[in-house]
């Protein structure tokens, strides 16, 4: 399967604790995107990478996030100090500037990273 | 915030045809209409883009109202594996407007 893989799929961790979630975007895809997702509710966006620059963040990113793609492949998303509001799905997801389905914008999306957070 | 409103859900018979309204007036003249669905427990899934445009391809048909301020996502045969959230999305290709950005969407139950 060559398409987005996020890593775990389910993270269950007591508050206070530190988590990290792992993406490894579709081969060449220039960008990067982190969104997270609470029940009944559309994905928000956090962050986007071109390359290994992060170029955009939201304001939901508060300062215990910090979201990097140091080599321009593969990103990680960590969260400090959890809170039982960060129990969410997070979702990453790629795009590629290059390639001839660019002109038509399509995100593709990995199955996200469930955190529950006690 | 989305810039698109939706009714929250819908219904159809399996083998009709399911038409997703979707409202979108304060549209700029740069911005796609993009349409994604999330199967539940799965990521959203592109079905279909357009400008001002009909289209359609293997998934869908979209309909643009010629003031494109509305429109609508044709599934011309929905089948059960079709029951999921619907999104509609504004979207610049470039610049500040250029992430995608979800409202609540519209749930498609296809009934047998």
């Known amino acids: 399967d060559t398409g987005v893989s996020q890593d775990p799929r389910h993270k269950i961790t007591k508050r206070g604790q530190n988590v990290t979630f792992r993406c490894d975007p579709i081969s060449e895809h220039n960008r990067l995107y982190w969104y997270r997702q609470t029940l009944g509710q559309g994905p928000e966006f956090l962050t986007y990478f071109q390359n290994e620059a992060q170029l955009e963040k939201s304001r939901l990113l508060s300062d215990r996030f910090s979201a990097e793609r140091p080599k321009g492949s593969f990103s990680t998303l960590e969260i400090q100090r959890t809170e039982q509001g960060d129990s969410a799905m997070y979702l990453c997801?790629?795009?590629?500037?290059?390639?001839?389905?660019?002109?038509?914008?399509?995100?593709?999306f990995g199955e996200g990273s469930r955190l529950t957070v006690l | 915030d989305a810039k698109t409103t939706q009714p929250p859900s819908m219904d159809c018979a399996e083998g009709r045809a399911a038409n997703l309204p979707c409202n979108h007036s304060?549209?700029?003249?740069?911005?796609?209409v993009y349409w994604y669905r999330q199967i539940h427990s799965q990521g959203p899934q592109y079905i279909i883009h357009g400008l001002k445009n009909n289209e359609t391809n293997e998934m869908a048909s979209l309909i643009i109202t010629e003031d494109r301020k509305s429109s609508t996502l044709i599934l011309p045969h929905a089948t059960l594996r079709d029951t999921a959230v619907y999104y509609c999305i504004v979207r610049a290709l470039t610049g500040a407007n250029s992430k995608l950005t979800f409202g609540k969407g519209i749930t498609l139950s296809v009934r047998p």
């Open positions: 304060t549209i700029s003249g740069n911005e796609y």
């Open positions: 997801a790629s795009s590629s500037l290059t390639s001839g389905r660019a002109l038509s914008g399509e995100l593709f």
